[in-house]
Nanobody
Framework: VQLVESGGGMVQPGGSLRLSCAAS????????MTWVRQAPGKGPEWISL????????YFADSVKRRFTITRDNAKNTLYLHMNNLKPEDPARYYC??????????????WGQGTQVTVSS
């Protein structure tokens, strides 16, 4: 299993970025996927989840109505569309696979993350 994030970078407040997570080594369309971020000195923060079919999405209040999560199962790729980026959004953003076989939705595989910086 491999998850590789890309698309991070520096953007001005109010700007937009699209993060990608390329998945391989498993049947991507069979798994829910999630995004988690971690800012320096803070714990991980769950921000969004999408079901395996892509028709159900969930967001943390901190990003609701600004971020969108999508997936392309034909391309084995997960996306996070981030709009109206704020000074509190800078973090390293990780995608993770959700394993419901555990009974509680463990995040069993993670990517290496991609850094997002918001600065004027």
């Amino acid at each position: 299993v491999q998850l590789v994030e890309s698309g991070g970078g520096m953007v001005q407040p109010g700007g937009s970025l699209r993060l990608s997570c390329a998945a391989s080594g498993f049947t991507f369309s069979s798994y829910d996927m999630t995004w988690v971020r971690q800012a320096p000195g803070k714990g991980p923060e769950w921000i969004s989840l999408i079901n395996n079919g892509g028709d159900s999405t969930y967001f943390a209040d901190s990003v609701k109505r600004r971020f969108t999560i999508t997936r392309d199962n034909a391309k084995n790729t997960l996306y996070l569309h981030m709009n109206n980026l704020k000074p509190e959004d800078p973090a390293r953003y990780y995608c993770a696979r959700v394993d419901w076989d555990t009974g509680y939705g463990a995040y069993d595989y993670w990517g290496q993350g991609t850094q997002v910086t918001v600065s004027s």
